[in-house]
C-alpha cells in the first residue's frame, strides 16, 4: 500500500512555531508535487502550500512570510515550517501528494490522515 503519514502537530502559543512532517511510503513510482492543506472547523479544505520535485513552491497569501514548504526527494518527505503562527492558523493539517504507483501503473493523489495545530494562549 502507498500512504502518507504526517506528524507535528500539537498546542502552541500565538507567534510560536512549529514543524510538519509528511512521509509517503510505499510502492512509488514517481512522487511529484506535494503539498500541504488545512481545514478549520466550519470551514472547507484550503491549500496551504505545494512544492514540486523540483523545488518550486506555491505558498497561500494566507501565509506567505510565515511558513515555508520543503521537501527531501531521496526520503520522501515533506515538511512545513510554520512561524508567528495565529490563532486563525488552527486546523487539521493533511498533507497531499501526486504519485505514481505500479501494478497497474497509475496515478493517484494522497491525503494523510492530519494532524492537528491549535494555536492559542
Known amino acids: 500500500q502507498v500512504q502518507l503519514v504526517e506528524s507535528g502537530g500539537g498546542l502552541v502559543q500565538p507567534g510560536g512555531s512549529l514543524r510538519l512532517s509528511c512521509a509517503a511510503s510505499?510502492?512509488?513510482?514517481?512522487?511529484?508535487?506535494m503539498g500541504w492543506y488545512r481545514q478549520a472547523p466550519g470551514k472547507q479544505r484550503e491549500l496551504v502550500a505545494t512544492?514540486?520535485?523540483?523545488?518550486?513552491?506555491n505558498v497561500a497569501d494566507s501565509v506567505k512570510g510565515r511558513f515555508t514548504i520543503s521537501r527531501d526527494n531521496a526520503k520522501n518527505t515533506v515538511s512545513l515550517q510554520m512561524n508567528s503562527l495565529k490563532p486563525e492558523d488552527t486546523a487539521v493539517y493533511y498533507c497531499?501528494?501526486?504519485?505514481?504507483?505500479?501494478?497497474?501503473?497509475?496515478?493517484?493523489?494522497?491525503w494523510g490522515q492530519g494532524t492537528q495545530v491549535t494555536v492559542s494562549s
Open positions: 510505499g510502492s512509488m513510482i514517481s512522487v511529484y508535487t
Open positions: 497531499n501528494a501526486d504519485v505514481i504507483i505500479p501494478l497497474p501503473i497509475r496515478n493517484v493523489q494522497l
Open positions: 512544492i514540486t520535485s523540483g523545488g518550486s513552491t
